[in-house]
């Protein structure tokens, strides 16, 4: 079992930058892909970054590319998301998810691809 729990989230202006941390307990966490998907009001849940269990590599939605990055470090059990550039429509609940993958590199991007999710932190934007 792996417990995730977001912080970080808040109330910025559009242009701005926030930074969104995840707190991993439970298991050997390099064995996790991780990653973030947010859902905003009356919409469906939707991917935005995802990160390898080794951090080595990457993968983002088309909309939040060159504004988001995620990294992670393994030994605080810790995923991030560091969103420059907010826009309005950034604003949502923004979730933390792991998916168990061993040794693999994979970085899976749809939520059927991530086993534990957190409970979420609310990131509005300002316009």
């Known amino acids: 079992q792996v417990q995730l729990v977001e912080s970080g989230g808040g109330l910025v202006k559009a242009g701005d930058s926030l930074s969104l941390s995840c707190a991993a307990s439970?298991?050997?966490?390099?064995?996790?892909?991780m990653g973030w998907f947010r859902q905003a009001p009356g919409k469906e849940r939707e991917f935005v970054s995802a990160?390898?269990?080794?951090?080595?590599?990457?993968y983002n939605a088309y909309s939040v590319k060159g504004r988001f990055t995620i990294s992670r470090d393994n030994a605080k059990n810790t995923v991030y998301l560091q969103m420059n550039s907010l826009k309005p429509e950034d604003t949502a609940v923004y979730y933390c998810?792991?998916?168990?993958?061993?040794?693999?590199?994979?970085?899976?991007?749809?939520?059927?691809?991530?086993?534990?999710w957190g409970k979420g932190t609310l990131v509005t934007v300002s316009s």
């Open positions: 990160i390898s269990g080794s951090g080595g590599g990457t």
């Open positions: 998810a792991a998916g168990y993958y061993g040794s693999y590199s994979f970085i899976p991007h749809t939520a059927d691809g991530f086993t534990y």
């Open positions: 439970g298991r050997t966490f390099s064995n996790y892909a």
